[in-house]
T-cell receptor, first 115, second 113 residues
Framework: NAGVTQTPKFQVLKTGQSMTLQCAQD?????MYWYRQDPGMGLRLIYY???????DKGEVPNGYNVSRLNKREFSLRLESAAPSQTSVYFC??????????????FGPGTRLTVL | AQSVTQLDSQVPVFEEAPVELRCNYS??????LFWYVQYPNQGLQLLLK????STLVKGINGFEAEFNKSQTSFHLRKPSVHISDTAEYFC???????????WGAGTKLIIKP
Protein backbone atom coordinates (compact mmCIF):
# COMPACT_ATOMS: atom_id res chain seq x y z
CA ASN A 1 0.00 0.00 0.00
CA ALA A 2 2.00 2.99 -1.29
CA GLY A 3 -0.54 5.69 -0.38
CA VAL A 4 -0.06 8.76 -2.58
CA THR A 5 2.79 8.74 -5.07
CA GLN A 6 4.08 11.63 -7.17
CA THR A 7 6.45 11.81 -10.11
CA PRO A 8 8.91 13.30 -10.71
CA LYS A 9 10.52 14.23 -7.38
CA PHE A 10 12.57 17.03 -8.91
CA GLN A 11 12.32 18.95 -12.17
CA VAL A 12 14.07 21.92 -13.71
CA LEU A 13 12.37 23.69 -16.62
CA LYS A 14 13.16 26.67 -18.76
CA THR A 15 10.62 29.44 -19.09
CA GLY A 16 8.00 28.49 -21.65
CA GLN A 17 8.49 24.74 -21.41
CA SER A 18 5.60 22.47 -20.52
CA MET A 19 5.38 19.49 -18.23
CA THR A 20 2.92 17.25 -16.43
CA LEU A 21 3.15 16.27 -12.79
CA GLN A 22 1.71 12.85 -12.08
CA CYS A 23 -0.13 11.74 -8.96
CA ALA A 24 -1.67 8.41 -8.06
CA GLN A 25 -3.34 7.02 -4.94
CA ASP A 26 -4.13 3.44 -4.05
CA UNK A 27 -6.53 4.10 -1.16
CA UNK A 28 -9.68 4.19 -3.27
CA UNK A 29 -10.25 7.82 -2.31
CA UNK A 30 -12.87 9.87 -4.12
CA UNK A 31 -11.28 13.31 -3.77
CA MET A 32 -7.87 14.49 -4.92
CA TYR A 33 -6.05 17.81 -4.66
CA TRP A 34 -3.08 19.72 -6.00
CA TYR A 35 -1.35 22.26 -3.76
CA ARG A 36 1.68 24.44 -4.10
CA GLN A 37 3.86 25.36 -1.13
CA ASP A 38 5.92 28.52 -1.07
CA PRO A 39 7.96 29.82 1.89
CA GLY A 40 5.81 31.64 4.43
CA MET A 41 2.59 31.04 2.50
CA GLY A 42 1.54 27.63 3.69
CA LEU A 43 -0.36 25.43 1.26
CA ARG A 44 -2.39 26.96 -1.50
CA LEU A 45 -4.94 24.91 -3.40
CA ILE A 46 -4.47 24.92 -7.17
CA TYR A 47 -7.18 22.51 -8.33
CA TYR A 48 -9.18 19.74 -6.81
CA UNK A 49 -11.34 16.86 -7.94
CA UNK A 50 -14.24 15.99 -5.67
CA UNK A 51 -14.85 12.74 -7.51
CA UNK A 52 -13.88 10.94 -10.67
CA UNK A 53 -14.96 13.00 -13.67
CA UNK A 54 -15.07 16.38 -11.92
CA UNK A 55 -12.45 19.08 -11.41
CA ASP A 56 -12.68 22.55 -9.92
CA LYS A 57 -10.43 25.55 -9.47
CA GLY A 58 -8.87 26.31 -6.15
CA GLU A 59 -7.24 29.46 -4.88
CA VAL A 60 -4.43 29.76 -7.47
CA PRO A 61 -5.42 28.00 -10.73
CA ASN A 62 -3.91 30.40 -13.28
CA GLY A 63 -1.25 28.79 -15.46
CA TYR A 64 -2.29 25.24 -14.61
CA ASN A 65 -4.61 22.57 -15.94
CA VAL A 66 -5.60 19.25 -14.45
CA SER A 67 -6.96 15.90 -15.55
CA ARG A 68 -8.66 13.32 -13.38
CA LEU A 69 -7.71 10.38 -15.54
CA ASN A 70 -9.54 7.82 -13.40
CA LYS A 71 -10.27 7.33 -9.73
CA ARG A 72 -6.59 6.70 -8.94
CA GLU A 73 -4.81 9.36 -10.99
CA PHE A 74 -4.86 13.15 -11.00
CA SER A 75 -2.33 15.03 -13.12
CA LEU A 76 -1.28 18.68 -13.10
CA ARG A 77 -0.04 20.31 -16.28
CA LEU A 78 1.96 23.48 -16.74
CA GLU A 79 1.47 24.53 -20.36
CA SER A 80 4.05 27.34 -20.43
CA ALA A 81 6.13 27.42 -17.28
CA ALA A 82 7.03 30.74 -15.67
CA PRO A 83 9.57 31.50 -12.91
CA SER A 84 6.63 32.34 -10.60
CA GLN A 85 5.69 28.67 -10.76
CA THR A 86 8.89 27.65 -9.01
CA SER A 87 7.53 25.87 -5.96
CA VAL A 88 7.01 22.55 -4.25
CA TYR A 89 3.90 20.80 -5.48
CA PHE A 90 1.94 18.37 -3.34
CA CYS A 91 -0.81 16.00 -4.33
CA UNK A 92 -3.27 14.81 -1.70
CA UNK A 93 -6.32 12.60 -1.51
CA UNK A 94 -9.22 12.16 0.88
CA UNK A 95 -12.47 10.28 1.28
CA UNK A 96 -15.02 12.74 2.67
CA UNK A 97 -18.10 11.31 4.27
CA UNK A 98 -16.24 8.29 5.59
CA UNK A 99 -14.60 7.61 8.94
CA UNK A 100 -11.59 9.64 7.76
CA UNK A 101 -13.72 12.81 7.98
CA UNK A 102 -11.88 15.04 5.51
CA UNK A 103 -8.40 13.94 6.57
CA UNK A 104 -6.07 14.41 3.61
CA UNK A 105 -3.19 12.10 2.75
CA PHE A 106 -0.17 13.64 1.04
CA GLY A 107 2.39 12.56 -1.47
CA PRO A 108 6.11 13.32 -1.02
CA GLY A 109 6.05 16.36 -3.30
CA THR A 110 7.65 17.54 -6.52
CA ARG A 111 10.25 20.29 -6.29
CA LEU A 112 10.00 22.36 -9.47
CA THR A 113 12.40 25.08 -10.54
CA VAL A 114 11.65 27.27 -13.55
CA LEU A 115 14.63 29.19 -14.89
CA ALA B 1 -15.31 32.29 4.60
CA GLN B 2 -13.32 30.21 6.98
CA SER B 3 -9.75 31.29 7.74
CA VAL B 4 -6.96 29.92 9.91
CA THR B 5 -4.34 31.95 11.74
CA GLN B 6 -1.15 30.49 13.11
CA LEU B 7 0.08 33.28 15.30
CA ASP B 8 3.79 32.48 15.21
CA SER B 9 5.81 31.87 12.07
CA GLN B 10 8.70 30.50 14.12
CA VAL B 11 8.95 29.19 17.66
CA PRO B 12 12.45 28.61 19.07
CA VAL B 13 12.59 26.44 22.17
CA PHE B 14 15.28 24.63 24.12
CA GLU B 15 15.41 20.86 23.99
CA GLU B 16 13.35 19.21 26.76
CA ALA B 17 11.35 22.39 27.30
CA PRO B 18 7.57 22.54 26.76
CA VAL B 19 6.12 24.14 23.66
CA GLU B 20 2.77 25.51 22.50
CA LEU B 21 1.98 26.28 18.87
CA ARG B 22 -1.07 28.45 18.49
CA CYS B 23 -3.90 28.13 15.98
CA ASN B 24 -7.11 30.15 15.73
CA TYR B 25 -9.87 29.79 13.17
CA SER B 26 -12.54 32.22 12.17
CA UNK B 27 -15.85 30.43 12.11
CA UNK B 28 -17.88 29.28 15.09
CA UNK B 29 -19.79 26.66 13.11
CA UNK B 30 -19.03 23.03 13.70
CA UNK B 31 -15.66 22.09 12.28
CA UNK B 32 -13.09 19.37 11.99
CA LEU B 33 -9.60 20.43 13.08
CA PHE B 34 -6.23 19.02 12.11
CA TRP B 35 -2.54 19.45 12.85
CA TYR B 36 -0.07 18.22 10.27
CA VAL B 37 3.71 18.02 10.54
CA GLN B 38 6.22 18.45 7.74
CA TYR B 39 9.78 17.30 8.42
CA PRO B 40 12.51 18.87 6.28
CA ASN B 41 12.21 17.95 2.60
CA GLN B 42 9.25 15.65 3.20
CA GLY B 43 5.51 15.66 2.63
CA LEU B 44 2.89 16.40 5.26
CA GLN B 45 1.65 13.79 7.70
CA LEU B 46 -1.19 13.91 10.15
CA LEU B 47 -0.21 14.63 13.74
CA LEU B 48 -3.68 14.63 15.26
CA LYS B 49 -7.28 15.57 14.56
CA UNK B 50 -10.41 16.70 16.37
CA UNK B 51 -13.70 15.47 15.02
CA UNK B 52 -15.99 15.46 18.06
CA UNK B 53 -16.12 14.39 21.68
CA SER B 54 -13.31 15.10 24.15
CA THR B 55 -11.74 18.49 23.61
CA LEU B 56 -8.26 17.16 24.44
CA VAL B 57 -6.86 15.20 21.55
CA LYS B 58 -3.69 13.13 21.71
CA GLY B 59 -1.55 12.54 18.64
CA ILE B 60 1.66 10.92 17.61
CA ASN B 61 5.10 11.66 19.08
CA GLY B 62 3.70 12.93 22.41
CA PHE B 63 1.80 15.89 20.98
CA GLU B 64 -1.66 16.90 22.10
CA ALA B 65 -4.08 19.68 21.23
CA GLU B 66 -7.04 21.25 22.97
CA PHE B 67 -10.16 22.36 21.12
CA ASN B 68 -11.68 25.51 22.59
CA LYS B 69 -14.95 26.34 20.87
CA SER B 70 -15.58 29.63 22.64
CA GLN B 71 -12.14 30.95 21.68
CA THR B 72 -12.15 29.18 18.28
CA SER B 73 -8.68 27.85 19.01
CA PHE B 74 -6.87 24.55 18.61
CA HIS B 75 -3.43 24.98 20.15
CA LEU B 76 -0.82 22.24 19.89
CA ARG B 77 1.33 21.34 22.90
CA LYS B 78 4.14 19.05 23.89
CA PRO B 79 5.50 18.89 27.45
CA SER B 80 9.10 18.15 26.44
CA VAL B 81 10.48 18.60 22.93
CA HIS B 82 13.27 16.67 21.31
CA ILE B 83 15.63 17.64 18.52
CA SER B 84 13.68 15.27 16.24
CA ASP B 85 10.62 17.53 16.59
CA THR B 86 12.32 20.10 14.36
CA ALA B 87 9.73 20.57 11.61
CA GLU B 88 7.05 22.86 10.28
CA TYR B 89 3.59 22.44 11.76
CA PHE B 90 0.37 23.28 9.95
CA CYS B 91 -3.08 23.78 11.39
CA UNK B 92 -6.06 23.09 9.10
CA UNK B 93 -9.83 23.42 9.44
CA UNK B 94 -12.72 21.87 7.57
CA UNK B 95 -16.39 22.79 7.78
CA UNK B 96 -18.55 19.72 8.17
CA UNK B 97 -20.38 20.59 4.96
CA UNK B 98 -17.22 21.16 2.91
CA UNK B 99 -14.49 18.59 2.51
CA UNK B 100 -11.81 21.11 1.63
CA UNK B 101 -9.21 21.99 4.22
CA UNK B 102 -8.35 25.61 4.97
CA TRP B 103 -4.70 25.89 5.95
CA GLY B 104 -2.73 28.10 8.24
CA ALA B 105 0.60 29.53 7.06
CA GLY B 106 2.61 27.15 9.22
CA THR B 107 4.86 27.45 12.29
CA LYS B 108 8.48 26.37 12.20
CA LEU B 109 9.54 24.72 15.44
CA ILE B 110 13.22 25.32 16.05
CA ILE B 111 14.82 23.23 18.76
CA LYS B 112 17.87 24.74 20.42
CA PRO B 113 20.35 22.28 21.98
Amino acid sequence: NAGVTQTPKFQVLKTGQSMTLQCAQDMNHNSMYWYRQDPGMGLRLIYYSASEGTTDKGEVPNGYNVSRLNKREFSLRLESAAPSQTSVYFCASSNPGTSYNNEQFFGPGTRLTVL
Amino acid sequence: AQSVTQLDSQVPVFEEAPVELRCNYSSSVSVYLFWYVQYPNQGLQLLLKYLSGSTLVKGINGFEAEFNKSQTSFHLRKPSVHISDTAEYFCAVSDLSNYQLIWGAGTKLIIKP
